[in-house]
């Protein structure tokens, strides 16, 4: 994106005295700058240009308005100095590739950032997170980084496992064709998984770990400075459940108070301490092995902001945003203690006709709070259509587990009539 293309993108003029919030390489979709304009805060969008990007950002266009846009082609400095005189409050990166960046521009406006940009890899890096945590004396999973196919195929050979992780070393870049695999389908994946890698995270290197057994959990934190250092406070712990298909089915929001979630709470705050994370929200997502305990898959930051996401953070009352510009340590889930929140997945190769029926059959069901039939993307939840072959999210909350569960059933149950009459 060139400079000149970039300054006609700017849909307003800086005001002076606004709060302003910089975000690092959004990608289309990431719903910042709307969201932070309901906050009441100008915003000015750091792109990156073709230099300085993955070939994704090269013609990425911008969605929402933004105060300014700023070009990033590889010398933070004048960024910074732009950003320090339009009074910018808070850095806040909108796609994996921003991360790094964020931490540089953060650092250099004496800003809150995840940490300090010497140890970033830390926190963006499959490979490096694994190394780290094994130095730190905590369970991670064997981990290979190559370009090289071969070297791929022997590391597998001397690291036998059930299945095998293939994505891009950039933690949050899609995992590509097929998130695990088995050992004679890697050479099959490998180009598509390589291709995808270098698009969205600008390196045809990939990660292989092997694949950890066990339940999987996401849990949210926050973290904010203290007298002793950073202080890291989990605010949110989810428990992921599959089809027999190997797809993601639903995910659950746990009581943080029993043994599990203590146990998974003490595991997040050594994550946390091991990857340097000083400051702003995180997500760490676990596997807990029956034989070793929890174990990290990976540990990132939000950068992404779907319907379905916004519609779960105003139920916990824990939005990244919210938790980046406020300050003052607090709990906001008081009132959402004995909720019950759940988020079903369906991916269906189901026809637009039928999608119409089905989506509007699940609105009316009683726990349902929003459908978002585009989770990958902001979309206004009126317009919501079903697209052919994708996968669309259903949240839903509750104070009776009962009702949940009678809902999801109902759920399943609709889909699965769709798709017998679908093949008649």
Known sequence: MTTEYAADLATESCTAGRRTVAVIA??????????????????????????????AHWSAALDGRYTDVIEYTGDPHPVAARLRAAGTEAVMPASPAGVELAEKIAWKLGLPGSGAPRTALLRTDHGAQAEALSQAGIAAPRTLCTTSL??????????????????????????????????????????????????LGGDNALVIQERVP?????????TRSGPGGPQHTVTDIWAHAYAPTGLLDRIDLLHRYDLLARRLSLHTHRVLDALGVASGPAVCHVAFDPDRGPVLLSAGVVTHRSLGDEATWALTG???????????????????QHRRVTRIRLTAPLTSTLGSNLLPADAELPTTVCIDAHPDSFI???????????????????????????????????????????HR
Do not use: K
């Open 214 to 222: 066990g339940r999987q959990y996401v849990i949210c934190s926050a």
């Open 150 to 199: 071969a070297e791929a195929l022997a590391w597998t050979r001397s690291h036998r496992a059930s299945a095998y992780r293939l994505a891009s070393p950039c933690i949050g870049v899609p995992a590509g064709p097929a998130e695990y695999v088995t050992r004679p389908s890697i050479t099959a994946v490998w180009p598509q998984a390589q291709q995808t890698a270098l698009r």
């Open 380 to 422: 206004p939840g009126t317009e919501a259509q079903l697209p052919d072959g994708r996968t669309f999210e259903i949240v839903l909350a509750h104070e009776e587990p009962e009702a949940i569960e009678r809902d999801c059933r109902r759920i399943h149950a609709l889909a699965a009539d769709l798709h017998r009459i679908r």
């Open 318 to 336: 824990h939005d990244p945003i919210d938790m980046t510009l406020d300050t003052t340590p607090r709990d906001r889930r008081r009132g959402t």
């Open 26 to 55: 959004p990608q289309h979709g990431c719903g910042y700058a709307n969201a932070l304009a309901r906050r009441g805060r100008g915003t000015v969008a750091v792109v990156l240009s073709p230099t300085a990007g993955p070939p």
